[in-house]
């Protein structure tokens, strides 16, 4: 998954296993969104649950699973 930052405009890539951890610490803290930060200028860009869920249809997440 491709995130364009919203300051400097660069690609930040989220692998898969960093969108399944972003899905669980917004379902843990009850969030709308995902706060990334841009490598290169630090600034915080929101990915909403919605964009992270697009990114990966196919995974189903086992909530017994505690990895």
Same mark, same amino acid.
């Given at each position: ?13 989220? *692998? =898969? ?17 995902? %706060?990334l930060r841009c490598p290169?200028?630090?600034?915080? *860009? =929101? ?10 249809p196919k995974i189903?997440?086992?909530?017994? %699973?505690?990895?």
């Amino acid at each position: 998954m491709q995130i364009r930052c919203s300051k400097c405009h660069i690609p930040i890539a989220l *692998n =898969r296993d960093a969108a399944v951890d972003a899905l669980d610490h917004i379902d843990k803290e009850k969030l709308s969104f995902y %706060d990334l930060r841009c490598p290169k200028c630090r600034t915080m *860009n =929101r990915v909403s649950r919605k964009q992270l869920q697009r990114s990966m249809p196919k995974i189903t997440r086992d909530p017994d %699973d505690a990895s």
